[in-house]
């Protein structure tokens, strides 16, 4: 917990700075989170191009707007949340149909791959499944499984209340055990 305080302290300078226009403050807010806003965007688009692009779009918005950092949450939850706007308009401009949590059907037709290791195989099935869920679900379980990020974080960056984020939670972990529980039957493994 002291090293993640002293991470946020650092990242707090760091925008302090930035704010001042010191662009070698700038370079070392990059070094320490491009890399994750870099994993948020490509797990919400999907693709390598729109994601280093939302990156950029990113630190330039810390480099334009670090001054309007006010410290109410995380320097982490700050920048993501400004890659969860820059992604959701770049999913509009695309013009991806909205689905809802009731409409998801996930089939049980995803093979197996008999000669792939038992992790690589689970973790496979593990994203497979990710993918197979809504927008919504996706973003709830990829910040909280993924950044650690916790349910009123994730509700500051989802921009909806934190019982909305825990009910969206819930579904998607009951979506994810009927896809894993479909993956179990087809390959005729029993496991716990």
Not at 67 to 86: C, D, M, Q, Y
């Amino acid at each position: 917990m002291q090293a993640e305080q002293t991470e946020t302290d650092s990242a707090q300078d760091l925008l302090a700075r930035i704010a001042q226009g010191e662009t070698a403050a700038l370079e070392r807010f990059y070094d320490q989170y491009h890399a994750r806003v870099y994993a948020f965007a490509l797990s919400r688009l999907g693709n390598t191009a729109d994601a280093a692009d939302i990156l950029n779009e990113v630190m330039l918005e810390v480099w334009r707007h670090a001054n309007r950092f006010e410290g109410r949450s995380r320097p982490l939850t700050w920048v993501l949340g400004i890659a969860h706007h820059k992604a959701i308009d770049q999913l509009r401009r695309r013009k991806e149909p909205h689905v809802d949590v009731d409409e998801v059907d996930i089939p049980d037709d995803v093979p197996t791959a008999a000669d792939a290791l038992a992790g690589l195989e689970d973790a496979e099935r593990v994203r497979q499944c990710v993918e197979k869920l809504s927008a919504a679900h996706r973003l709830v379980v990829h910040l909280a499984f993924y950044d650690d990020l916790s349910y009123p974080e994730i509700a500051v960056l989802a921009d909806c209340p934190v019982g909305t984020v825990k009910t969206r939670m819930f579904h998607a972990r009951q979506l994810l055990k009927r896809c894993l529980a479909g993956w179990t039957k087809i390959s005729g493994q029993h496991r716990p």
